[in-house]
């Protein structure tokens, strides 16, 4: 626990946008700077999904569903991982999570919840 800590989930309308955040406070930099880091949702009802994924050397990946309307970044310095998230639909509305792959091990955020709506 406490090893992920997502922010900036929130109520937004259709068409707007937010930015999350993701701060790994106690993972050295030494374990961050290499790990693979994604974003993940899941809305009521339905299976966890992957959102985007950025290697340690910033190779991104993305759903289909949001190419073109989300863009996630990292800053190894601050141990930091973002989700820009542009055009937002109702679709989008789910908790999303951060995630820390390194050496077959996954750690989880608790989640910040996204609700877009009119």
């Known amino acids: 626990q406490g090893q992920l800590q997502e922010s900036g989930g929130g109520l937004v309308q259709p068409g707007g946008s937010l930015r999350l955040s993701c701060a790994a406070p106690r993972t050295i930099t030494s374990v961050f700077n290499p790990s693979m880091m994604g974003w993940y949702r899941q809305a009521p009802g339905k299976e966890r999904e992957l959102v985007a994924t950025?290697?340690?050397?910033?190779?991104?990946d993305y759903a289909d569903s949001v190419k073109g309307r989300f863009t996630i970044s990292r800053d190894n310095s601050r141990k930091r991982v973002y989700l820009q998230m542009n055009g937002l639909t109702p679709e989008d509305t789910a908790v999303y999570y951060c995630?820390?792959?390194?050496?077959?091990?996954?750690?989880w955020g608790q989640g910040t919840q996204v609700t877009v709506s009119s």
């Open positions: 995630n820390r792959q390194l050496s077959g091990r996954d750690f």
């Open positions: 950025i290697t340690s050397d910033g190779r991104t």
